[in-house]
């Protein structure tokens, strides 16, 4: 076996040194810091906010930013669904917000809180959107068993039915009745065979009925 030469020895040492420097450069200055927190997909909660909860400070290495603990503080704001945060070199940080899907809203004083499928409250705006339904319960939230089963009921309802839907009035998640356009109601009862509840109301609406009773659809009812 050949001994190595001094040259060699000399390559190697250089090698090192530069992947030493390297690792320096990258790693623990601000050379390649993060000079830009690009922020998309945050419309409800904006992009200043989201930066300011990501709490990135500038010419941090890129390499050394803790994605996951910046998602986790970002996705503690509630309008936050999930969030991907990742790095485009050699100085950007992203952060790609997908937000909460509103489906109802509550009425709060002269506002209304938009409410998600899961019953998450994230938001509140001054006038009802004109494309979600409004939920009548005590206290909304996803721990609220009235507010969970008028969720469901809500996510039943066919797109007829949904179309004449005004609200959702859960006073508990055994007593459910739905407030159609025109003044008429579905009495829903409990929150049980709810497609086939749907659709045995969707049938029933050409009836001149102002109150349709589906709380036992084998046997509804109009009036």
Do not use: C
């Not at 390499?63 to 309008?79: G, N, Q, W």
């Not at 899961?118 to 006038?127: D, I, K, M, T, Y």
Request: no cysteine; net charge negative; hydrophobic share 50%.
């Amino acid at each position: 076996m050949r001994p190595r030469s001094a040259g060699t020895y000399w390559l190697l040492a250089l090698a090192l040194l530069a992947l030493g420097a390297l690792v320096w450069l990258v790693g623990f200055t601000s050379v390649l810091g993060v000079r830009t927190v690009e922020v998309t997909g945050a419309s409800i909660a904006g992009t200043e906010q989201v930066r300011a909860v990501a709490a990135v400070v500038d010419g941090t290495p890129l390499a050394r930013v803790d994605t996951d603990a910046v998602a986790e503080r970002v996705r503690s704001l509630p309008s936050v669904a999930s969030v991907d945060v990742g790095r485009s070199w050699p100085s950007t940080l992203t952060i790609a917000v997908t937000e909460r899907v509103p489906v109802a809203v509550v009425a709060a004083g002269d506002a209304f809180l938009v409410v998600d499928a899961a019953g998450v409250v994230f938001h509140q705006v001054a006038q009802r959107p004109a494309e979600v339904v409004e939920l009548m319960v005590a206290s909304p939230g996803p721990d609220d068993p009235a507010t969970r089963a008028a969720l469901r009921v809500l996510a039943a309802l066919t797109p007829e039915l949904r179309a004449q839907t005004v609200s959702v009035v859960a006073e508990s998640p055994n007593g459910i009745h739905l407030q159609l356009s025109g003044g008429r109601q579905v009495v829903w009862g409990a929150d049980d065979q709810n497609e086939q509840k749907a659709l045995v109301a969707t049938s029933l609406l050409t009836v001149d009925a102002k109150i349709i009773d589906v709380s036992a659809p084998d046997v509804a009812t109009t009036r």
